[in-house]
């Protein structure tokens, strides 16, 4: 199992570029979600998923589209990056359910918007 | 609205010695979960604890310990016999009504262990 995995690694944009971060998995979970991490901030939930076809916002949701086409993708669009957008991206998966089967994160994606 | 609040944005602690860190949270809902993740200077999430709000004793994971105190609404990490590779940011986090997907993170505390 490769567990979550998230390309890219680093990414730079400009103001107004747009971009897609990439998240899969390999565990079957239904859940999946996206955070962001800002420096001296825990993660906050940006959108996620309770299945195929199913998505909803979190606490940060502008400026962020996501789909969930599939069991194991689930993509961060940023249709017109900004500068406040800089920030580390974790992608995340769970079953459903909550309890011990708690989410499996994935190893960040770091993007800068200059 | 929820909310996790950790008042200690860093400590301190000697190679050996136990450490607490704090956690309260806030929310109306009866059922919810709350977790302790470890994020080391290499950026990835390490889950450490679950308490599921129906629990009815404190969770242990080998080192680590919950205090739980439902009436006080805190769920504060105590990892016992500290080791340097410890030394980490340390989240507390909710999930919102205990079915997995909807969580919200504290700000964080950082601890350092020191030899």
């Known amino acids: 199992n490769a567990g979550v995995t998230q390309t890219p690694k680093f990414q730079v944009l400009k103001t107004g570029q747009s971009m897609t971060l990439q998240c899969a998995q390999d565990?079957?979970?239904?859940?999946m979600s996206w955070y962001r991490q800002d420096p001296g901030m825990g993660l906050r939930l940006i959108h996620y998923?309770?299945?195929?076809?199913?998505?909803d916002q979190g606490e940060v949701p502008n400026g962020y589209n996501v789909s969930r086409s599939t069991t194991e993708d689930f993509p961060l669009r940023l249709l017109s990056a900004a500068p406040s957008q800089t920030s580390v991206y974790f992608c995340?998966?769970?079953?459903?359910?909550?309890?011990?089967?708690?989410?499996?994160f994935g190893p960040g994606t770091r993007l800068t918007v200059l | 609205a929820q909310k996790i609040t950790q008042t200690q944005p860093g400590m301190f602690v000697q190679e050996k010695e136990a450490v607490t860190l704090d956690c309260t949270y806030d929310?109306?809902?009866?059922?919810?979960?709350l977790f302790w993740y470890k994020q080391p200077s290499s950026g990835e999430m390490i889950f450490l604890i679950y308490?599921?709000?129906?629990?009815?004793q404190n969770a242990t994971e080998g080192r680590y310990s919950l205090n739980f105190q439902k009436a006080r609404k805190s769920a504060n990490l105590v990892i016992s016999a500290s080791q340097l590779g410890d030394s980490a940011m340390y989240f507390c986090a909710m999930d919102r009504d205990n079915y997995g997907q909807n969580f919200v993170f504290g700000p964080g505390t950082r601890l350092s262990v020191l030899p």
């Open positions: 998923s309770v299945g195929a076809g199913i998505t």
């Open positions: 929310t109306s809902d009866p059922s919810y979960g």
């Open positions: 308490q599921g709000s129906y629990d009815q």
């Open positions: 995340a998966s769970s079953v459903a359910g909550g309890t011990r089967d708690t989410q499996y």
């Open positions: 565990m079957n979970h239904e859940y």
